[in-house]
């Protein structure tokens, strides 16, 4: 099975600070990964897939990079609204796997 | 859109089966690309994927549950379905359904329930 560790589990950041969430899968997954926001009593929303693209209608302040093991989920000018748990996935093969999530809130 | 179907079972006793059925409008529902799957999250916990299933009814699931997850599938009626056997407590979480294609990964999501499972 492909492990995936994501770090922070928690960030506390300023309105309009660049903040940076990574994952790292124990075996390359090619870009096969996604970022997920997930905001309490809401099903998550999908932001970036394929490790880089844009989901349609999501604010061009987040993006993505990253390919084989190491992933980078970027958020390039903090805002209220982003205060949400993010996760990753990586859908390489069976088993999928979640990242532990990072949680994000404002000073 | 995906939904799941009413009654959600709120509560579930212990060695029991969940049963949890979503359904899907508004998208195609029998193509190659895309398996529709099932997810959860305890109460504070992070996300765990629990299984897929395509329109032809190929399934792969979680090793951890795959004794105990039956997933199954019924394009006329454009639904999938969980069965999850011998609950424990451990299995309490919000159930979510979701959609997955091969690119775009789980790009849209049901409205998730919390199913409990208690005596």
């Known amino acids: 099975d492909i492990q995936v560790t994501q770090s922070p589990s928690s960030l506390s950041a300023s309105v309009g600070d660049r903040v940076t969430i990574t994952c790292r899968t124990s075996q390359g997954v090619s870009h096969a990964l996604s970022w997920y926001q997930h905001k309490p009593g809401h099903a998550p929303t999908l932001l970036i897939y394929?490790?880089?693209t844009l989901q349609s209608g999501v604010p061009s302040r987040f993006s993505g990079s990253g390919s084989g093991t190491d992933f980078t989920l970027t958020i390039s000018s903090l805002q209220p609204e982003d205060v949400a748990t993010y996760y990753c996935?990586?859908?390489?093969?069976?088993?999928?796997?979640f990242g532990g999530g990072t949680k994000v809130e404002i000073k | 859109q995906l939904q799941l179907l009413e009654p959600v079972p709120r509560l579930v006793k212990p060695s029991e089966t969940l049963s949890l059925t979503c359904s899907v409008s508004?998208?195609?529902?029998?193509?190659?690309?895309?398996?529709w799957a099932w997810i959860r999250q305890p109460p504070g916990k992070g996300l765990e994927w629990i299984g897929s299933?395509?329109?032809?009814?190929?399934?792969y699931s979680s090793p951890s549950l795959k004794s105990r997850v039956i997933l199954t599938v019924d394009t006329s009626k454009k639904q999938f379905s969980l069965n999850l056997t011998s609950v424990t407590a451990a299995d309490t979480a919000v159930f979510y359904c979701?959609?997955?294609?091969?690119?775009?990964?789980?790009?849209?999501w049901g409205q998730g329930r919390l199913v409990t499972v208690s005596s």
């Open positions: 508004g998208a195609s529902f029998s193509s190659s690309d895309v398996h």
């Open positions: 979701a959609r997955h294609v091969s690119v775009t990964a789980f790009d849209f």
């Open positions: 394929v490790a880089s």
């Open positions: 299933i395509s329109y032809n009814g190929r399934s």
């Open positions: 996935l990586q859908d390489y093969g069976p088993p999928l796997t």
